[in-house]
């Protein structure tokens, strides 16, 4: 409801009139402000009233008022917010029922439908499963011949009996043992028992 604040355009009036003329337009102008303070404060109180009823009953009043009312005005915002969650929750809902359905599906040849009745497709083209091909132009790496490389023709360059030879023969560098402990004529002269002069 909008306030009749037309009085005070009156307070600018600076024409001549008579006194019984300016005397009307005061009677006017008191009772205009009158009922414009009354105005004011009922709307004020009204608007109050809406404030605490709508903080105090976020959800609405049974049999009043309601964001589940389609003309509500006092809680239009709830119910703008309820409908946008209602539309998100439906688009998740969807989605998830599409997920389960595409999870929880199974192919015809998987679940044995139809079982020894003719498809009239290609061989493996009704299982849901990736195919070898087996064709060696499209494919030859899956047909290599590893055959000459783990028996190759070509003859070794030593014989085994010379690498026999070789593996027995001990090892022996500059006259020093492989373990590389002295030299042999130390060696010996170490092993040798020594021989003390006899006391008689």
Known sequence: KEIDDSFIKLYENKSLMLPSERY?????MKK???????????????????QVLERHYPNGVTGLDGPLHENTELYKDRREQLIRQEGRKAYAAAGRTEHLGYQQHADDATAS????????????RDIGIQRKDVNPEKHPV??????SRLFPSYSPTRSHLESNQRCRQPPRVEGRRAMG????????????????????
Do not use: C, I
């Not at 205009?32 to 809406?50: G, V």
């Open 113 to 124: 439908r139809n079982y020894g009745t003719e498809p009239g497709l290609v061989r493996s």
């Open 142 to 147: 899956r047909f290599l011949d590893t055959h």
């Open 181 to 200: 402990f002295a030299s042999t004529a130390r060696d010996a002269q170490h092993q040798a028992p020594s021989r003390l002069p006899s006391s008689s």
């Open 24 to 28: 009307k337009e005061h009677l006017h």
């Open 32 to 50: 205009a402000e009158a009922q414009w303070r009354q105005d004011r404060e009922n709307l004020f109180r009204y608007r109050k009233r809406m």
